[in-house]
C-alpha cells in the first residue's frame, strides 16, 4: 500500500478529494478510448444511429405514436440522450470494483472517489455529445426551440442521477452474486429499450399500457421532460418527484450495500468468477 500524507484541514481535504476525482474522470474517459476525442464522437455516431433507426422504424410502420405537434427529430432526441444518459451510468457505476479494483490499492484512492468518477465520467461524455449534437442540428439543419431549457436539462441531470442509483445497486450485489447481477443488468437495460417510453408519451396511453410503463422511473423522467421541450404538451400521467424518490430510495439502498460489502469483501473473490 502507498502511503499518503492526508490533509488536516477540512478545506484541503476537499480539494484533495475534488483533485482525485477530476483526475479519475479524465482516466474514466481515457479508458473508453486512447484519444478523449474520438471516444466523445464514437458516442455522437451512437446516438445519431439510435436516432436514425428509431426514425426509420416509425416511418415504416407509418403512423407516430407521438401525439405532440413540434420537430419530431427534436421528440426523437429528447428520449434517445436521455435513455443513453440513464444508460450509461447505470453501465459505469455498475462497473466499479469494491474490493478487487487495482486502483484501490493507492492510499489517496477510496470507494467514493471511484464512484464520483465512474459517474460524472458518463456524465460528461453525455453533456458534450448533447452539445455538439444539438449545436450542429441548428446550424445546418433549422434552429432548435425548447420551451424551457433549465427543466429539459434538470430532467437530464435526474436520467443521469436515476442511472446512477440502479447502478450503484447491482455494483453491491456483483461481489455477492457476480453472474446474476450482470445478467440482472443487462434483463434492466433490455427492459427500457422498451418502458423507458422513447417513442410514446404517457398522455396518449391507455390504462392498462400505462400501468406497464408507470413503474420505471425513466419513463416519467422522459415524458416530464417533453413537457419541457415542448409548448403544446402537459404530461398529466407521469410525475418527476416520483423519480427522484425512488433514486434517493435506491441511493441509500446501494450506499449501504455497497458499505456491507466493502467489510467483506476480499481479493480471493475474483478467483469464483
Not at 184 to 195: D, E, G, H, S
Request: some cysteine.
Amino acid at each position: 500500500m502507498f502511503y499518503y500524507k492526508r490533509n488536516q484541514s477540512l478545506l484541503g481535504g476537499a480539494f484533495t478529494t475534488a483533485e482525485l476525482v477530476f483526475h479519475a474522470v479524465v482516466r474514466n474517459v481515457r479508458s473508453q478510448h486512447s484519444n478523449a476525442v474520438i471516444a466523445i464522437v464514437m458516442n455522437i455516431i451512437q446516438v445519431l444511429a439510435l436516432v436514425v433507426v428509431f426514425y426509420l422504424i416509425m416511418s415504416l410502420v407509418g403512423t407516430r405514436v407521438a401525439k405532440i405537434r413540434g420537430e419530431y427529430v427534436l421528440y426523437l432526441l429528447s428520449g434517445v440522450f436521455l435513455f443513453l444518459t440513464h444508460i450509461k451510468a447505470v453501465s459505469s457505476v455498475a462497473g466499479v470494483g469494491i474490493g478487487n479494483n487495482p486502483m484501490m490499492l493507492h492510499s489517496p484512492m477510496n470507494i467514493m472517489v471511484m464512484l464520483l468518477a465512474a459517474a460524472f465520467g458518463s456524465f460528461y461524455t453525455q453533456i458534450v455529445s448533447l452539445i455538439v449534437i444539438l449545436f450542429l442540428y441548428s446550424v445546418t439543419i433549422s434552429p432548435i426551440e425548447i420551451q424551457d431549457p433549465g427543466g429539459a436539462f434538470a430532467m437530464l441531470v435526474l436520467a443521469w442521477f436515476t442511472g446512477c442509483t440502479v447502478g450503484l445497486i447491482f455494483m453491491a450485489l456483483k461481489p455477492w452474486i457476480p453472474q446474476t447481477s450482470e445478467i440482472l443488468n443487462n434483463v434492466y437495460r433490455r427492459m427500457n429499450m422498451i418502458f423507458s417510453g422513447k417513442m410514446v408519451v404517457a398522455n396518449a396511453l391507455g390504462g392498462a399500457w400505462l400501468a406497464a410503463f408507470s413503474w420505471n422511473p425513466l419513463f416519467h423522467v422522459i415524458d416530464q421532460c417533453r413537457g419541457f421541450v415542448f409548448r403544446n404538451y402537459f404530461p398529466r400521467n407521469t410525475s418527476w418527484e416520483y423519480a427522484l424518490w425512488v433514486g434517493l430510495a435506491l441511493m441509500m439502498i446501494g450506499l449501504l450495500g455497497v458499505f456491507f460489502t466493502r467489510k467483506h469483501v476480499s481479493q480471493s473473490w475474483s478467483a469464483r468468477r
